[in-house]
């Protein structure tokens, strides 16, 4: 018994460890800054507020403090400040 313990705790060590940029409590990845393409070749970079993507879609949703973008996720790098 005292093996599994050990065994479980070390996986779910290396489970919590190697989730990177994500809250483990609520599952939900989080960003600083979005850059969005809005206008072909023209990006404009914006502070996320919240942001949703859609289960079994390629949309994303970005909210920041004046206004709401919606677009597909090829348009969007979301970014992290360390």
């Known amino acids: 018994m005292k093996k599994i313990m050990i065994v479980a705790t070390i996986g779910l060590s ?5 989730c990177g940029n994500m809250d483990i409590m609520d599952w939900h990845w989080t960003f600083d ?4 393409r809005v206008d072909g070749d023209k990006w404009e970079e914006v502070q996320v507020k919240r942001w949703h993507d ?8 970005i909210e920041t403090e004046s206004r709401v973008y919606v677009t597909h996720s090829a348009n969007v790098i979301l ?4």
């Open 54 to 61: 859609y289960d079994g879609s390629d949309m994303i949703a």
């Open 14 to 18: 290396l489970f919590v460890g190697g």
């Open 33 to 36: 800054r979005a850059r969005i």
């Open 79 to 82: 970014i992290k400040n360390k």
